[in-house]
């Protein structure tokens, strides 16, 4: 059954390279995106069902309407908060909403080349990732969702997400989706909260009751603040003027720029908020590309990939967090925060298949020496990788991660000697 009215399928043209949506919508930055099919994804999002699909040189989109702006699906039982009549935009923006959300403006080619020429390493690791962008989400989401990444994954996260939107949310409709069991089954998609939602007095215990655990009352109390001790548009006033088109916000400095500083400044005052969640906020909520947030999962990149873990930056404090993304935004300039997540990625469990090891090659060759005596001495050369293989747990996510390290022995072997 479906409560919506559904529009065809159009299509962007757009190739693999400059958007991978198998990567983006998966690597820890919306939490929200379903599988609603065989290689496609959906999400209710600004009061419409949107789904997506990719081929290498297309993306495929459609936008899922409801029936009238006057329409109340059925909410999806057991709701506290009768479902919100869903809006009908006056007239289909679905292009702009998408080509905004998915931040497809810049040249992501260019992009990786200019990463690239400034980081070996970034150059190593690029080919294997590309196609990762940075989504402009909306700022209300991306603050909520990083207060629940606190000490969780990615698995985790996205069903807090999908409970507090099921429990919240205004109820968009339903798609008809085939399970694994090749049945048909009908999927309810909910947009996301708003504040004032979030800041009813019942909220908390009901979220305690949900398995929101701590984080039950920092979504709560971040609510209230919100709703009740800022101006309307709070959040959108710490926007970056570029990611909006609404003017220049400056030449990158050490440490960032104003406009950025001041956005993570004012989010630190907010509960559950600390520097890295202010960073995620900064952004993929509000387009500050040079925020770079570190977590322990990037602060393993750094030292083993950047030389940190040494010295004054042998653990990750405040000054080691600072120094980290310092040493980024120096590497990658204004998009540093942009460039951490394609690295970020390449280190999640998710995507380990696209690091392929050779489990072991041996090559043999034989080199001459002359003894003093006069004798000549033949040695066979054998080079050998061995290959390990570590369960390593990351932050962000569920299971282990698969770590290769191979090991490389040179051993010389006599086979015979004889006179000159």
Request: proline letters at 5%; aromatic letters at 8%.
């Given at each position: 059954?479906?409560?919506?009215?559904?529009?065809?399928?159009?299509?962007?043209?757009v190739s693999l390279t400059e958007l991978c949506i198998d990567t983006t919508l998966r690597c820890g930055q919306s939490f929200r995106?379903?599988?609603?099919?065989?290689?496609?994804?959906?999400?209710?999002?600004?009061?419409?069902?949107?789904?997506?699909?990719?081929?290498?040189?297309?993306?495929?989109?459609?936008?899922?309407?409801?029936?009238?702006?006057?329409?109340?699906?059925?909410?999806?039982?057991?709701?506290?908060?009768?479902?919100?009549?869903?809006?009908?935009?006056?007239?289909?923006?679905?292009?702009?909403?998408?080509?905004?959300?998915?931040?497809?403006?810049?040249?992501?080619?260019?992009?990786?080349?200019?990463?690239?020429?400034?980081?070996?390493?970034?150059?190593?690791?690029?080919?294997?990732?590309?196609?990762?962008?940075?989504?402009?989400?909306?700022?209300?989401?991306?603050?909520?969702?990083?207060?629940?990444?606190?000490?969780?994954?990615?698995?985790?996260?996205?069903?807090?997400?999908?409970?507090?939107?099921?429990?919240?949310?205004?109820?968009?409709?339903?798609?008809?989706?085939?399970?694994?069991?090749?049945?048909?089954?009908?999927?309810?998609?909910?947009?996301?909260?708003?504040?004032?939602?979030?800041a009813r007095k019942d909220v908390e215990s009901r979220l305690r009751e949900l398995g929101f655990g701590y984080r039950a009352k920092?979504?709560?109390?971040?609510?209230?603040?919100?709703?009740?001790?800022?101006?309307?548009?709070?959040?959108?006033?710490?926007?970056?003027?570029?990611?909006?088109?609404?003017?220049?916000?400056?030449?990158?400095?050490?440490?960032?720029?104003?406009?950025?500083?001041?956005?993570?400044?004012?989010?630190?005052?907010?509960?559950?908020?600390?520097?890295?969640?202010?960073?995620?906020?900064?952004?993929?909520?509000?387009?500050?590309?040079?925020?770079?947030?570190?977590?322990?999962?990037?602060?393993?990149?750094?030292?083993?990939?950047?030389?940190?873990?040494?010295?004054?930056?042998?653990?990750?404090?405040?000054?080691?967090?600072?120094?980290?993304?310092?040493?980024?935004?120096?590497?990658?300039?204004?998009?540093?925060?942009?460039?951490?997540?394609?690295?970020?990625?390449?280190?999640?469990?998710?995507?380990?298949?696209?690091?392929?090891?050779?489990?072991?090659?041996?090559?043999?060759?034989?080199?001459?020496?002359?003894?003093?005596?006069?004798?000549?001495?033949?040695?066979?050369?054998?080079?050998?990788?061995?290959?390990?293989?570590?369960?390593?747990?990351?932050?962000?996510?569920?299971?282990?991660?698969?770590?290769?390290?191979?090991?490389?022995?040179?051993?010389?072997?006599?086979?015979?000697?004889?006179?000159?």
């Amino acid at each position: 059954m479906s409560f919506c009215s559904e529009s065809q399928w159009h299509k962007l043209p757009v190739s693999l390279t400059e958007l991978c949506i198998d990567t983006t919508l998966r690597c820890g930055q919306s939490f929200r995106w379903r599988k609603s099919g065989s290689d496609e994804w959906s999400i209710a999002l600004h009061g419409r069902i949107l789904s997506l699909r990719q081929d290498k040189h297309h993306l495929h989109y459609r936008s899922i309407l409801p029936f009238s702006k006057n329409s109340v699906a059925p909410p999806t039982p057991p709701s506290s908060v009768t479902s919100s009549p869903a809006k009908t935009p006056a007239y289909d923006d679905t292009l702009a909403l998408l080509k905004h959300y998915l931040n497809l403006s810049p040249n992501l080619g260019d992009l990786y080349k200019q990463w690239s020429a400034s980081d070996p390493h970034f150059r190593k690791t690029a080919p294997k990732f590309t196609g990762v962008r940075i989504l402009k989400q909306d700022p209300w989401e991306a603050l909520v969702g990083f207060i629940c990444s606190s000490n969780n994954n990615i698995a985790r996260i996205s069903q807090m997400v999908d409970k507090l939107c099921r429990e919240y949310g205004p109820l968009i409709g339903h798609l008809d989706v085939t399970n694994e069991n090749g049945e048909l089954q009908s999927m309810a998609f909910h947009d996301f909260p708003s504040p004032e939602q979030l800041a009813r007095k019942d909220v908390e215990s009901r979220l305690r009751e949900l398995g929101f655990g701590y984080r039950a009352k920092y979504l709560y109390q971040t609510a209230v603040m919100v709703t009740e001790e800022r101006e309307p548009g709070w959040l959108d006033e710490l926007r970056n003027p570029e990611s909006v088109g609404k003017g220049d916000a400056g030449c990158l400095v050490e440490g960032g720029r104003e406009g950025y500083r001041r956005a993570h400044e004012e989010l630190l005052q907010l509960q559950g908020v600390g520097p890295k969640v202010a960073d995620c906020v900064c952004l993929m909520g509000l387009g500050w590309g040079e925020a770079v947030p570190v977590d322990t999962h990037v602060w393993q990149i750094a030292q083993r990939d950047y030389k940190f873990g040494k010295g004054k930056h042998s653990s990750l404090t405040k000054a080691t967090y600072d120094a980290v993304a310092n040493k980024f935004r120096s590497l990658w300039g204004k998009e540093a925060g942009w460039a951490h997540s394609v690295l970020f990625t390449a280190d999640l469990r998710a995507f380990s298949e696209r690091l392929v090891a050779k489990l072991e090659s041996k090559e043999e060759f034989e080199t001459v020496e002359v003894a003093a005596d006069g004798q000549i001495q033949s040695a066979a050369v054998i080079k050998t990788e061995t290959v390990r293989d570590k369960r390593v747990k990351r932050e962000f996510e569920e299971e282990e991660h698969r770590v290769v390290e191979i090991q490389q022995n040179i051993t010389k072997k006599p086979k015979r000697r004889r006179k000159i």
